[in-house]
């Protein structure tokens, strides 16, 4: 969602500043939708996940499941909670929520520092058998 923001914000997309809003207070608020573990992640941009995470933060779906700081619960009950309501798209806001590449960029991050810590294991472990087998 940050990666999203931080593209929208830009301002080339068309959208409101209150829909920019909308997804920082989300990310103050602990407000995280869910996101299909399984979608189009790369193709034609990360339309499904994409969608995922504006269904929740808009409401369009009350029934779709989020975290509210940690809790899960649907969308409507999160909304209710932070005392926001259903927003309302402008023209071309729809498009610009869906069409990105900011989950391949999400998990691209997360990657990176899966690798640094794959890394750092690796190398204890092979300093380990060096000792082990004598080397210097």
């Keep these: 969602m940050i990666i999203r923001v931080n593209t929208l914000i830009r301002g080339q ?34 339309l499904i996940p994409l969608a995922g995470i504006a269904n929740g933060l808009l409401g369009l779906n009350p029934k779709y499941p989020v975290r509210l700081k940690g809790q899960p619960m649907t969308a409507s009950e999160a909304l209710s909670k932070l005392k926001w309501g259903e927003y309302l798209l402008q ?34 472990v092979h300093s380990f058998f060096i000792q082990a087998l004598g080397g210097i």
């Design 13 to 46: 997309s068309g959208v409101s500043l209150a829909l920019i809003q909308r997804y920082i207070h989300a990310l103050q608020s602990e407000f995280i939708p869910c996101v299909r573990q399984y979608g189009s992640i790369g193709a034609s941009g990360d």
């Design 91 to 124: 023209p071309k806001e729809g498009l610009a929520l869906i069409n990105g590449t900011s989950m391949m960029a999400g998990m691209a991050s997360v990657n990176l520092l899966e690798y640094r810590r794959l890394w750092q294991v690796n190398l204890m």
